[in-house]
């Protein structure tokens, strides 16, 4: 366990930072100085199957989303509800000509612990010196999962349709099979 | 065609930016206070098919990595060579513990079309004012689409063990079918 995460975390020597980004002068109507804590990529999926690459347990989810995540250094247990609350509560899905969010589908969620996503481009080389410790970045990824399992199961909606979270483990090497429509991908930062 | 792209690009009449995002202070060693022009989530595959959901057509790449890209306002032809060269040289895959590139492994390239990765998450809506204007992104995906032909055709590598770039349309609805390992999911941003 964990290997793929340390293999990709051996650069933390390095005082080289995240490549950041602002937006123009012109445009900062809703600037927050605030560091990047997390960062999840999400996708629309029609059906997705995640499997430990150390075991042969798997999980899948049907119609719903894909929630790849990782933590960066100096995140807390603070940022979780307001992320389950945001990433669940986001109309990003279109359907019928409706925007919605994955507990209005109503839909699964398939969530993959994805620490590469902390990762700088630098010249050729990957950089993470900006991800949260493992032991930190662990319990922080419990909490998601057991926070979104706890939103979803509150949702009348959702337990009706028989919609589930789902989750892999913490920062292992994974095999996910996704089918996906549209696929709208959103990058969705904290 | 394009009914995804416009019916995701309807807000672009609020003011409302892109969140952003800094790094702290004391670390700010490589600060470049510059806009985000385009952005792309890449992840390893061992297997990737893409069909445009107006059309039977698919196309397929075995190994390699599938490429979800996005332009933002401002984003000019200067950028693609660029991002090319950074995508396909960036050491992001992990094979028999040694970190390669693409152009390295050798590998194939998938390149997905994926505007919604200009969204900004307000309250529960998706935002998209930072988009770039359709005649633009199309003109840019498809620099972007040939440069990497190009960078692809160039790796003797790569044309031995039979490597390809295979794309989607540019901003249409698509079906994609991944089988990935790792997933090794990396956010680049240009």
């Given at each position: 366990?964990?290997?793929?995460?340390?293999?990709?975390?051996?650069h933390?020597?390095?005082?080289?930072?995240?490549?950041?980004q602002?937006?123009e002068?012109?445009?900062?109507?809703?600037?927050?100085?605030?560091?990047?804590?997390?960062?999840?990529?999400?996708?629309?999926?029609?059906?997705?199957?995640l499997?430990?690459r150390d075991?042969?347990?798997?999980v899948?989810?049907n119609v719903?989303?894909?929630?790849y995540?990782c933590?960066?250094?100096?995140?807390?247990e603070?940022?979780?509800?307001?992320?389950?609350?945001?990433?669940?509560g986001?109309?990003?899905?279109?359907?019928?000509?409706e925007?919605?969010?994955?507990?209005?589908l109503?839909?699964?969620?398939?969530i993959v612990?994805?620490?590469?996503?902390t990762?700088?481009?630098?010249?050729?080389r990957?950089?993470?010196?900006?991800?949260?410790d493992?032991?930190r970045?662990?319990?922080l990824?419990?909490?998601?999962?057991?926070?979104?399992?706890?939103?979803?199961?509150s949702?009348k909606?959702?337990?009706?349709a028989?919609?589930?979270v789902?989750?892999?483990?913490?920062?292992?090497n994974q095999?996910?099979?996704?089918?996906?429509?549209g696929?709208?991908?959103h990058?969705?930062?904290?």
């Amino acid at each position: 366990m964990k290997e793929i995460r340390e293999a990709f975390l051996d650069h933390t020597d390095s005082c080289t930072v995240l490549s950041s980004q602002t937006v123009e002068e012109d445009v900062l109507v809703d600037w927050k100085s605030k560091p990047l804590r997390a960062r999840a990529v999400v996708q629309q999926c029609e059906h997705a199957i995640l499997q430990d690459r150390d075991d042969i347990d798997w999980v899948q989810i049907n119609v719903g989303m894909v929630v790849y995540v990782c933590f960066f250094k100096g995140a807390t247990e603070a940022i979780i509800p307001k992320m389950v609350k945001s990433l669940l509560g986001a109309k990003m899905f279109q359907t019928d000509g409706e925007k919605r969010s994955v507990l209005e589908l109503p839909g699964s969620v398939m969530i993959v612990s994805q620490d590469t996503m902390t990762g700088a481009l630098r010249g050729s080389r990957m950089q993470y010196v900006q991800s949260i410790d493992a032991r930190r970045g662990e319990q922080l990824y419990a909490s998601f999962v057991s926070q979104c399992e706890r939103e979803l199961a509150s949702s009348k909606k959702c337990v009706e349709a028989g919609a589930v979270v789902k989750h892999g483990p913490y920062g292992n090497n994974q095999t996910i099979y996704l089918n996906s429509n549209g696929p709208f991908t959103h990058v969705v930062e904290f």
